[in-house]
């Protein structure tokens, strides 16, 4: 439970005390997270050779669409809710949670091939 703690929090994989992005980024600036690129404490490399990261776009997608597929259930099957109302409500969280999603798929990435 420790590791999924870390990786929400965006821990180094290797000391977990320093943070692997220097920014959190804004969703509403379309400003994405700015990464450390390397551990301050323990001097740990987190993009270990270019195009390191191409992995983690699909991380991202995956959890974009568990977001997508739980706002379907929760607007359209339960609340009941018109297909139109319920498509500016998932394009609405999808963009939300753009930068946690950034920091969150690379997080796992980088946790994956410690």
């Given at each position: ?5 870390n ?10 005390k ?17 990464m ?14 270019p ?7 699909y ?25 139109l109302?319920?498509f ?13 999603n ?13």
């Open positions: 439970m420790n590791k999924v703690a990786v929400l929090k965006g821990k180094c994989p290797n000391c977990k320093d943070n692997i992005f220097k920014s959190k980024g804004n969703f509403l600036l379309f400003r994405i997270p700015k450390n690129e390397r551990c301050q404490k323990c001097n740990f490399k987190f993009e270990k050779e195009g390191f990261f191409f992995g983690a776009m991380v991202s997608y995956a959890l974009a669409v568990a977001q997508m597929i739980a706002c379907f259930i929760i607007f359209w099957v339960l609340l009941d809710l018109s297909p109302v319920v500016f409500i998932i394009a609405f969280v999808v963009m939300a949670s753009m930068t946690f950034f920091r969150v798929s690379r997080a796992i990435w980088i946790y994956l091939f410690r």
